[in-house]
Every structure is written in C-alpha cells, then in structure tokens.
C-alpha cells in the first residue's frame, strides 16, 4: 500500500514540475497495481498547445478575443446616433430648470408672488420654499394642455418607434412656440428681429432664439406691470399711517411697524391670495 501510494504521489509531482518548468518532455504516468510491461504500453503523450499547432500545420489559428461595445439604434436611416442623443439628453437634464424658467408660466408667477409678498412687507412670510412650490404648481396646471399635446403629438409617437428624435423635437416645440407667441407682444418680437437682422418672417417661421427672449422680456414687463397694480392698495396704508403719526406727533414710530397689522388685515379681509392667483391665472388665457 505504501508503495503505491509513494508511486501516486511520485507521478504527481513530476507532471506539476513539468507544468510549472515549461519541460517539453513526454512523461509517463504510472498506473498502480499494473505491471510494468503494462505502465511500459500505457505511456501518455501531453502536448503543449504550441506542440500541437506545430504537429498539425493544417489546422487554423484561433482568432483572438474582440470586445465589441455598440449601441443599439445607432444605424437607424434617418435618425440622429444614439450617442448624439445621450449628449442631448444630458444637455437637456442640465438645462431642465432654464427651460422651466424661460419658457413657460413660471417667470410671471414667481415674480408676482415675490411682489405680494414685498408689498406686505414680510420678508419671511411666506418663504421663499413655498412661493417656488406653489408656482411650479400653478405653472403644472397652467401648461397642462400643451404639456399633452407634447405627449400626444411628439413624446408617444417617438417611444413608438414612429419618429426619429430630430422631427419628435420639432414636433415638441409647436406646442411651447404657440403659448410663447400667445404671450409676446409683437414689439418685443420686433425688436429681437431688427437685432438678428432677419428678413420679413412669417410668425410660424420664427425660430425658437427669437421667441424665447421675447417671450421673457414680455412675461418681465407683464409680471412688473402687475406688481406695480399690487403696491397701490398697500401704498396708500403706508400713506395713512404716516399722516397718522405725523400728526399725533410720534415721529419717532416706524410707520411700517403699524402698518403691518393694517396690511395683512386688508389681505385677509379681500381674499388676497385668491384674487392674485386668480389674475395670475386669467393673465394668461
């Protein structure tokens, strides 16, 4: 039994010496309990991969390993590579809040809540938080019917396979052009014409770099015409209450200080917030 397994062991080692070494030789393995003349007829040949590329010259070489990265769609006739449209898809996420910004009801909005809030005379009430959050609502609702006709028109048909991303953009862009345009004043349009030097355009030809500053220098001028009309009322408490003091010889009284209290009365009194998001809302339709 020792023996044999001193012969096992025996035959081991030497084939890991001769993997390890790189030995071209042919050993010979060892077959316990066999005769000799038996071990002499069962000698195993191992041949190395290059051995056997040699012996056989016939056979092909194997072709190395390719690593193939692609992209699917990229050779659709017609339709922009997909990794164009990643980097535009990428432009568009970093540019998501200028879009909302510029191009829709959220610049006259914001800029009306900040007026109220001004006109009172709280600079903390309401916060900045809540004025954000409740024009992004208001401007969800107010693009509610172009934002489907975008999904309708541009966004359904493109995930269908039915437009290429090039015309599901200008596709997606009648929708926004056609509230922008409804907005500008055609002075302003005027003026961003005269200034690229463009010919006579018809107003469904203009491109979208003349609407949107148009748009945004009317929706400021509407937003501060609106403001102006909301300091009125509030102006004249502050008239009021200073002639008040004046006369009653408290000079020395921030009028502001009284007037607040008077302020925020008279708002609550008129349903001020109701009345200024439904002017908001009106200004647009």
Same mark, same amino acid.
Request: net charge positive; proline share 7%; aromatic share 8%.
């Given at each position: 039994?020792?023996?044999?397994?001193?012969?096992?062991?025996?035959?081991?080692?030497?084939?890991?010496?001769?993997?390890?070494?790189?030995?071209?030789?042919?050993?010979? %393995?060892?077959?316990?309990?066999?005769?000799?003349?038996?071990?002499?007829?069962?000698?195993?040949?191992?041949?190395? =991969?290059?051995?056997?590329?040699?012996?056989? /010259?016939?056979?092909?070489?194997?072709? =190395?390993?390719?690593?193939?990265?692609?992209?699917?769609?990229?050779?659709?006739?017609?339709? +922009?590579?997909?990794?164009?449209?990643?980097?535009?898809?990428?432009?568009?996420?970093?540019?998501?809040? !200028?879009? %909302?910004?510029?191009?829709?009801?959220? &610049?006259?909005?914001? %800029?009306?809540?900040?007026?109220?809030?001004?006109?009172? *005379? +709280?600079?903390?009430?309401?916060?900045?938080?809540?004025?954000? *959050?409740?024009?992004?609502?208001? &401007?969800?609702?107010?693009? *509610?019917?172009?934002?489907?006709?975008?999904?309708?028109?541009?966004?359904?048909?493109?995930?269908?396979?039915?437009?290429?991303?090039?015309?599901?953009?200008?596709?997606?862009?009648?929708?926004?052009?056609?509230?922008?345009?409804?907005?500008?004043?055609?002075?302003?349009?005027?003026?961003?014409?005269?200034?690229?030097?463009?010919? /006579?355009?018809?107003?469904?030809?203009? /491109?979208?770099?003349?609407?949107?500053?148009?748009?945004?220098?009317?929706?400021?001028?509407?937003?501060?015409?609106? *403001?102006?009309?909301?300091?009125?009322?509030?102006?004249?408490?502050?008239?009021? +209450?200073?002639?008040?003091?004046?006369?009653?010889?408290?000079?020395?009284? /921030?009028?502001?200080?009284?007037?607040? =209290?008077?302020?925020?009365?008279?708002?609550?009194?008129?349903?001020?917030?109701?009345? +200024?998001?439904?002017?908001?809302?009106? !200004?647009?339709?």
């Amino acid at each position: 039994m020792s023996r044999r397994l001193r012969t096992v062991f025996g035959a081991v080692v030497f084939l890991l010496l001769g993997v390890l070494g790189g030995a071209q030789t042919e050993p010979t %393995i060892i077959v316990p309990g066999a005769s000799e003349a038996t071990q002499a007829g069962a000698t195993t040949n191992i041949t190395t =991969p290059a051995a056997a590329s040699a012996a056989s /010259p016939a056979a092909p070489k194997p072709e =190395p390993w390719r690593l193939n990265i692609g992209l699917e769609g990229a050779g659709k006739p017609g339709d +922009v590579s997909v990794a164009i449209q990643l980097v535009i898809l990428m432009t568009l996420l970093t540019l998501a809040p !200028s879009l %909302i910004l510029l191009m829709t009801s959220f &610049t006259r909005i914001v %800029i009306v809540l900040g007026f109220v809030r001004t006109a009172i *005379g +709280v600079q903390s009430a309401p916060a900045n938080q809540i004025i954000i *959050g409740l024009s992004l609502f208001l &401007t969800f609702f107010l693009m *509610g019917p172009s934002i489907e006709r975008i999904n309708t028109e541009a966004l359904q048909p493109y995930l269908a396979g039915q437009l290429t991303s090039s015309v599901a953009i200008e596709k997606a862009t009648v929708p926004l052009k056609a509230f922008m345009l409804k907005q500008t004043r055609t002075r302003d349009l005027e003026f961003f014409l005269q200034l690229g030097r463009f010919p /006579p355009t018809k107003i469904e030809e203009l /491109p979208m770099r003349v609407v949107i500053p148009s748009f945004v220098i009317s929706e400021l001028q509407t937003a501060f015409q609106m *403001g102006f009309l909301l300091f009125l009322p509030f102006l004249v408490i502050d008239f009021l +209450v200073s002639s008040v003091l004046m006369a009653l010889g408290m000079m020395m009284m /921030p009028p502001s200080v009284v007037s607040l =209290p008077f302020k925020l009365l008279l708002f609550v009194l008129v349903d001020g917030w109701h009345l +200024v998001v439904k002017s908001l809302v009106e !200004s647009f339709r």
